[in-house]
């Protein structure tokens, strides 16, 4: 059926229509432990949900008996252990959730099904990317495993807690996407300031009401330690960076420790801001001590997908996935309530540009364009000095397309600096939950050059692309496809037409890159389908030849590595580490220790004996002790 979102789901939760609960049924053998709720639910029957379909007895012959018809009463009061009942899916069942096409193995995962009303399936948003899904109409299918042992299976392999990171490089694939990255964005920024009553209802807003049996027992918390205000006086205030440490230690037991540091999307700190990272002018640079955010905004650089500097990587890693999974369901129900309350949308005042954006804008394309001139006039007269290996008209093309293109990043530039800090596309943008300079452009400045096949749109008349144009002014920028316009201020008539050419090429791209990549991925499939790695830990074929002597040459794993790959690349990231030895047991990331405090303290650590040798190494290397 058709999904939908749900942020006040877990990550592994997907919720079930009632409909599609009372149709999908799992063969229950009758014990001991289950003879009294599986009677209550032959007593409901088909059509009361929970209930059951069948039930097979052990001196039935192996016949079915459908439960819409009959004596259900007398059927329950004669059930006997042995006996099999098709019961209805129910809270706590684990269900397969696939989204066609299947292009990896993500894209069939096992949830936990929570039953619901009306007639979507629902699940959480940080769970999209993996199976590519948005809710514009997308469908989705679910399967229920009919043994003990295809469920066992289900959550062990193919568990959402056990597929948070892509096996292709060890990058999260599930983590917190556009609306929450904003919503903590926003959150963390420097004048964001809770009174103790708002403060309370934040930290609210991210827990659940009642603890369920399904997948993550205990996600319940029972006390809340509210940490002390940021400002005492003249009232007190708390900051949106404090909902972090809450979220991440709400009751002062320090069940979990994060130590993280690394620069944000808008970190700027360079010579004209001199000083440590810590003090960056615009808060661009994380740092996470003993679970407290200290400085630095949340983004994709740090709660999203595709970096191993993410809060929720580092839980993974230190641990285990339902660290990380329990962490991702309070950020998502946090920042969809904390946004539901503030509000974020886009109007018309926000891609407006103001009069000195205009003139600016006026003055970079009227330059532009005088360039542009100059040089068809040069070619026009045969003055154009040809670059190496171009004809004149193909160094006249590669000429205008340069200038042409740093008119739209200039005009960008200036979009950047003109906007408010608080206009919606820019905070999209700055924050990576959605859009790029050139969507803010687009909208506010200039759209720029229209390509077609890696060029300026071609001549469809005899010496010029539309007839509006005369054959002397053919390679002029408006000629060939440039709309100085911008989508605010409105297309003309050509501009319009070039635009939507190039759409045109887009649209069809997609179309035939799809069946193409899908051509190719079934032959990829069909070659290395037999592959497997054998227990001397070469990879050979069903024949038994042998492809490889070691897995992919070093026996690694990629969805276990710490490290960004290459050569630099390490299975653990020992710097990181270091930060978190010296913040739990010497108290500071930064002050000084001795190597015999730094060996005593990797005893507290959680990391195998040959890691704790090889990160003893690495400290003596390089001297970081001192």
């Known amino acids: ?47 009361v949900h929970p209930g059951a379909n069948f039930i097979q007895t052990e001196n039935g012959n192996g016949l079915k008996r459908y439960l819409k018809y009959g004596d259900r009463v007398k059927i329950a009061k004669e059930m006997r252990h042995g006996d099999v009942v098709e019961r209805h899916l129910r809270d706590g069942d684990v269900v397969l959730f696939n989204r ?59 568990g959402v807690m056990h597929n948070l990171v892509t096996p292709r490089n ?110 960056c002018p615009v808060d661009g640079f994380l740092v996470i001590r003993n679970s407290q955010l200290l400085c630095g905004r949340l983004d994709k650089s740090n709660i999203g997908g595709e970096a191993k500097g993410s809060i929720f990587y580092v839980l993974l890693r230190d641990y285990g996935p339902s660290a990380a999974v329990i962490a991702m369901t309070r950020l998502a129900r946090l920042c969809a309530r904390f946004l539901g309350s503030r509000g974020f949308s886009i109007g018309l005042n926000d891609v407006q540009p103001g009069l000195q954006l205009r003139a600016l804008k006026e003055d970079v394309v009227k330059k532009g364009y005088q ?18 290996g171009c004809t004149p008209e193909q160094t006249l093309e590669a000429v205008i397309s340069g200038i042409l293109s740093k008119i739209r990043d200039d005009c960008g530039q200036i979009c950047l600096q003109e906007l408010s800090r608080n206009n919606a596309p820019l905070i999209m943008q700055w924050c990576g939950s959605k859009g790029s300079k050139i969507n803010v452009s687009q909208m506010v400045a200039c759209v720029g050059q229209q390509i077609i096949s890696g060029s300026r749109i071609p001549d469809g008349f005899e010496g010029r692309s539309l007839p509006h144009f005369a054959i002397s002014a053919s390679k002029t920028p408006a000629a060939k496809g440039f709309v100085q316009n911008s989508f605010y201020s409105g297309l003309t008539p050509c501009e319009f037409f070039f635009h ?36 001397d830990m070469t990879v050979r074929t069903s024949t038994n030849a042998i492809v490889q002597f070691c897995y992919g040459d070093d026996g690694l794993d990629p969805a276990m ?37 730094l060996k005593s303290a990797t005893d507290h650590l959680i990391l195998p004996e040959s890691f704790k040798l090889a990160l003893i190494d690495f400290l003596s290397k390089q001297e970081l002790t001192k």
């Open 1 to 47: 059926t058709v999904i939908s979102p749900d942020p006040n789901l877990r990550i592994n939760q997907v919720a079930v229509p009632v409909y599609i609960a009372k149709t999908l049924t799992f063969p229950e053998v009758v014990t001991k432990n289950n003879i009294e709720y599986l009677r209550e639910a032959v007593r409901n029957g088909p059509d």
């Open 100 to 158: 066609q096409p299947s292009l990896h193995k993500l894209s069939i995962m096992a949830h936990f099904a929570v039953v619901r009303p009306w007639r979507t399936f629902r699940f959480n948003e940080c769970a999209c990317t993996p199976y590519n899904a948005d809710f514009d109409g997308d469908e989705m299918n679910l399967h229920l495993p009919q043994t003990e042992e295809a469920r066992a299976e289900a959550i062990e392999l193919m």
């Open 170 to 279: 060890g990058q999260p694939l599930i983590a917190a996407i556009q609306d929450f990255i904003t919503a903590a964005y926003t959150l963390t920024s420097r004048d964001t300031f809770f009174t103790r009553e708002t403060f309370m209802q934040t930290c609210a807003m991210m827990f659940e009401v009642a603890c369920s049996d399904t997948g993550m027992a205990g996600e319940m918390v029972e006390k809340i330690v509210l940490p002390e205000p940021a400002i005492s006086r003249p009232c007190r205030l708390w900051t949106g960076k404090q909902i972090i440490n809450v979220l991440l230690d709400p009751d002062g037991s320090k069940k979990w420790t994060v130590n993280l540091q690394g620069k944000t999307r808008i970190f700027t700190h360079s010579k004209q801001f001199p000083g440590s990272a810590e003090m």
């Open 371 to 388: 360039e542009c001139d100059a040089n068809i006039q040069d070619f026009a007269s045969g003055l154009l000095q040809s670059q190496p």
């Open 500 to 535: 939507a050419v190039s759409g045109r090429e887009g649209l069809v791209d997609t179309a035939v890159k799809t069946a193409e990549t899908g051509y190719m991925q079934r032959r990829l499939m069909k070659a290395l389908e037999d592959l497997s790695v054998q227990y």
């Open 561 to 597: 590595m710490e490290g960004d790959g290459g050569s630099t690349g390490n299975p653990v990231n020992f710097s990181r580490i270091l930060l978190h030895t010296k913040a739990i047991c010497v108290g500071s990331a930064d002050s000084y220790c001795s190597l015999d405090t």
